[in-house]
């Protein structure tokens, strides 16, 4: 089922619309789901949908630079899945590594800009390296932001913003009255980075899964039953087609 949750404005179908080159969402974040559901599938182990989901990144990136997309930001590695496996939790961490190796010199060709939003400092050396260094390699570039949500929890980054806040308040350089919804969200991982406008989500699981809870507030969702290893740059361009059909009121009322 291709975009579910999706609802229609004046019963139009999106598939039978143009796109619309004005109206790009600046910020895509996705939930890329389904890889160990699409091995199984095949008799495959899990491992080998992770590392056929990494090859999905790289045309995605390519397609949302074509579209005109400002920032991509993708839920590589949250901090639950470290209940996983051990061995699928260190193939995991290799991934980064292994995909900035093989395509950084195509990213910087690309002009596109690196950045991680998450808590690095219990990542591998070998993945933080690798970070690293496509984020310095990258830095002067001013096209598409590709940030990787890495080790990543939105309750884990709430919660080390209210201590961080709390902190300022016992010392005196904040007061209670000074806390409001800017504050908070200069607190938060990357508040440089506005709010994503679209969420997609694959493998057909309906949930945000700890990812972006306070950014995402006013964000237009969209499901597909595609698992990620099959999604598709068409596919993306279709969330976008669907997206543009949608009515943004941010809690007020559409004119007209």
Same mark, same amino acid.
């Given at each position: 089922?291709?975009?579910?949750?999706?609802?229609?404005?004046?019963?139009q179908d999106s598939t039978e619309v143009p796109l619309?080159?004005?109206?790009?969402?600046?910020?895509?974040?996705?939930?890329?789901?389904?890889?160990?559901?699409?091995?199984?599938?095949?008799g495959l182990p899990r491992i080998a949908g992770h590392?056929?989901?990494?090859?999905?990144?790289?045309?995605?990136?390519?397609?949302?630079?074509?579209?005109?997309?400002?920032?991509?930001?993708?839920?590589?590695?949250?901090?639950?899945?470290?209940?996983?496996?051990?061995?699928?939790?260190?193939?995991?961490?290799?991934?980064?590594?292994?995909?900035?190796?093989?395509?950084?010199?195509?990213?910087?060709?690309?002009?596109?800009?690196?950045?991680?939003?998450?808590?690095?400092?219990?990542?591998?050396?070998?993945?933080?390296?690798?970070?690293?260094?496509?984020?310095?390699?990258?830095?002067?570039?001013?096209?598409?932001?590709?940030?990787?949500?890495?080790?990543?929890?939105?309750?884990?980054?709430?919660?080390?913003?209210?201590?961080?806040?709390?902190?300022?308040?016992?010392?005196?350089?904040?007061?209670?009255? &000074?806390?409001?919804?800017?504050?908070? *969200?200069?607190?938060?991982?990357?508040?440089?980075? $506005? @709010?994503?406008? #679209?969420?997609? +989500?694959?493998?057909?699981?309906?949930?945000?899964?700890?990812?972006?809870?306070?950014?995402?507030?006013?964000?237009?969702?969209?499901?597909? &039953?595609?698992?990620?290893?099959?999604? *598709?740059?068409?596919?993306?361009?279709?969330?976008? $087609? @669907?997206?543009? #059909?949608?009515? +943004?009121?941010?809690?007020?009322?559409?004119?007209?």
């Open positions: 089922m291709l975009g579910r949750f999706f609802r229609r404005k004046d019963n619309d080159l004005t109206n790009i969402p600046s910020h895509i974040a996705i939930i890329m789901d389904g890889n160990g559901r699409w091995a199984k599938k095949r590392r056929e989901g990494t090859k999905v990144i790289k045309k995605i990136v390519k397609k949302a630079n074509e579209l005109g997309v400002s920032i991509l930001t993708l839920y590589a590695f949250s901090t639950e899945n470290w209940k996983r496996p051990k061995d699928e939790v260190d193939f995991l961490l290799k991934l980064p590594e292994s995909f900035l190796n093989t395509y950084l010199p195509e990213l910087i060709e690309e002009n596109v800009q690196v950045r991680i939003m998450g808590e690095k400092s219990n990542l591998p050396a070998h993945t933080v390296r690798a970070v690293d260094t496509a984020i310095e390699q990258t830095q002067h570039n001013d096209g598409l932001i590709l940030n990787f949500a890495l080790n990543y929890g939105s309750r884990y980054e709430l919660s080390k913003a209210i201590q961080q806040i709390a902190s300022d308040v016992k010392t005196g350089s904040l007061s209670i009255e &000074d806390i409001n919804e800017d504050l908070v *969200s200069a607190h938060l991982f990357r508040p440089e980075l $506005k @709010d994503p406008d #679209l969420l997609i +989500r694959t493998s057909g699981e309906i949930r945000l899964s700890n990812f972006m809870l306070w950014q995402l507030a006013y964000t237009e969702l969209w499901f597909t &039953d595609t698992f990620w290893p099959d999604f *598709s740059e068409d596919e993306l361009v279709q969330a976008v $087609k @669907d997206y543009q #059909l949608r009515g +943004r009121r941010f809690g007020g009322v559409q004119s007209g």
